[in-house]
């Protein structure tokens, strides 16, 4: 039987709507603090802008509303190296009308950085390089770092507050740091030595769920033994009962270790790897 490790309080399912700064204040995600997740995706139509998706043959809608486009293009100057978003899925010929927003999304964002690509695969067409990245579950999102895999993973659409964990995965991505404190690389340099896969499911409307995930994820940049995933929950129903998911976020580690809430970085590491306690101070 797994055992579980229950987070703050104020991180749990009893209260998810509760103030973001419980979350944004933290310097990791301190981007959360400046855009609005909820806000309408598209322009009014007096203010819209439309551009040419090379891939569906028309022009759409910007989605991102021009506040928001800045904010998530001053965070990707970061971006030092070429990143490739591989978005799969098994649409065949013209895309899904569930799919079709969240692609366009992806191409939006992916334009705002020019070492930033995206490419579509069809798990259908191409069964190899799903087996490769361990896809089994489509819509799934894998990020690359100058063409190597980073181990960052999203299942379904990046929607809502998760919208932002994409963004912060971006710049893992296109700089090879995981911004981890040198205490948290110890402890990752030490005890990770077989493949560790920890998913975090999580739902769009959780403010508190970008803390784990971005967590999950600079491990995963840390160690070539760790692949993070990000789970929505309300997407993959399958998963989240066989995970035994009730609140969010919660992270499960190799099948073993669960944790409940969004707990600080250096707690979350050690209960992620499975050590006990944290250092007493001196």
């Known amino acids: ?38 806000r309408k995706l598209f322009h009014t139509p007096g203010a819209s802008r439309t551009h040419s998706h090379p891939g569906l043959g028309y022009a759409h809608c910007m989605l991102l509303v021009d506040p928001d486009r800045s904010v998530v293009e001053r965070r990707l100057a970061a971006v030092t190296r070429p990143v490739t978003i591989l978005s799969f899925t098994q649409t065949v010929d013209a895309p899904e009308p569930r799919s079709l927003r969240p692609r ?9 950085h020019e070492l930033i690509a995206l490419e579509e695969v069809n798990v259908v067409l191409d069964k190899g390089r799903a087996a490769l990245y361990g896809i089994q579950h489509v819509p799934a999102i894998v990020l690359l770092g100058d063409d190597e895999d980073t181990r960052i993973r999203f299942l379904g ?10 963004v912060e995965a971006l710049v893992l991505a296109g700089t090879g740091d995981s911004g981890l404190s040198p205490a948290s690389r110890t402890l990752i340099a030490e005890h990770v030595r077989e493949p560790t896969h920890v998913r975090v499911f999580v739902t769009p409307s959780c403010a508190h769920c970008p803390r784990a995930v971005t967590l999950a994820h600079r491990m995963a940049i840390e160690s070539p033994h760790i692949e993070a995933t990000c789970v929505d929950a309300t997407e993959f129903v399958d998963l989240s ?10 992270t499960v580690v190799n099948d073993a270790i669960e944790i409940l809430g969004a707990l600080p970085e250096e707690e979350f590491v050690r209960t992620t790897l499975g050590i006990a306690g944290l250092p007493k101070p001196g």
């Open 1 to 38: 039987m797994p055992f579980a490790i229950r987070g703050h309080p104020e991180n749990t399912k009893e209260n998810l709507l509760g103030t973001r700064e419980a979350i944004v204040s933290h310097p990791q995600v301190r981007l959360f603090t400046d855009i609005n997740p909820f």
């Open 104 to 112: 366009l999304l992806l191409d939006e964002v992916a334009g705002l």
């Open 157 to 166: 659409a990046p929607a809502g507050y998760e919208f932002l964990s994409l």
């Open 241 to 250: 009962r066989k995970y035994r998911v009730n609140g969010v976020p919660k």
